[in-house]
């Protein structure tokens, strides 16, 4: 299995731009996470879908922040506009309903100037 | 809200046991996980335990689980080199939801 797939790896955008970062699960599993780890904050868990309907969206800073999952193979996580503080590594991590176990992607690392 | 505690950093010498500690504060915690994270990857699931059993043991990695405590501790027997990198204890209440620690860094030093 590839594993989870997030991309790109990198972004570099100037503040004020639209950023999105996209993930593909491990196929069937039905829960999908994104995470931001900071040095200030860790690892902090922003939204979670399950069957491709969004569960907890707590954690999302703000209304700049959204998140999709169109399918059960695709969720997006958009930023508008991007503001220097949002500078961080994304995650994305997926769970098959009957586990407990939650697998993680390579990350986004994301830079605003 | 609920709070996962680790200390920084650990230093041990190749070949000894390493012991990472973890407190955590939600007593309705399901499940307690070990992840292992590299430099500039993502986390590596390493071992979980269910709140019910006080010790989980998986070829060089055992977990201790001190349920009255809110205390979970990481055991790496024989140490490698290959070990060093930041370990992640993590918590689930209710459903999936995660709550991480803040993470320590495991140095190896030969």
């Known amino acids: 299995d590839a594993g989870v797939i997030q991309s790109p790896r990198h972004e570099v955008t100037e503040m004020g731009q639209e950023v999105t970062l996209r993930c593909k699960p491990i196929?069937?599993?039905?829960?999908l996470f994104w995470y931001r780890q900071t040095m200030m904050r860790g690892l902090e868990l922003l939204i979670y879908?399950?069957?491709?309907?969004?569960?907890?969206d707590s954690g999302m800073p703000e209304d700049r922040f959204s998140a999709k999952m169109p399918n059960a193979s695709f969720s997006t996580l958009k930023i508008q506009p991007s503001e220097p503080r949002d500078s961080a590594v994304y995650f994305c991590?997926?769970?098959?309903?009957?586990?407990?176990?939650?697998?993680f992607g390579p990350g986004t690392r994301l830079t605003v100037t | 809200g609920e709070d996962v505690e680790q200390s920084l950093f650990l230093s041990v010498r190749e070949g000894d046991s390493s012991v990472i500690n973890c407190t955590y504060t939600d007593s309705s915690s399901t499940y307690l996980y070990w992840y292992k994270q590299e430099p500039g990857a993502g986390l590596q699931l390493l071992t979980y335990i269910f709140s019910n059993m006080d010790m989980k043991q998986d070829q060089r990695l055992t977990v201790l689980l001190n349920k009255k405590d809110k205390h979970l501790s990481l055991r790496i027997a024989d140490t490698q080199t290959g070990d060093s990198a930041i370990y992640f204890c993590?918590?689930?209440?209710?459903?999936?939801?995660?709550?991480f620690g803040t993470g320590t860094r495991l140095q190896v030093t030969l």
């Open positions: 196929s069937g599993h039905n829960s």
């Open positions: 991590a997926s769970q098959a309903g009957w586990t407990y176990e939650q697998y």
């Open positions: 993590a918590e689930a209440g209710t459903a999936s939801k995660l709550t």
């Open positions: 879908f399950n069957n491709n309907v969004p569960i907890d």
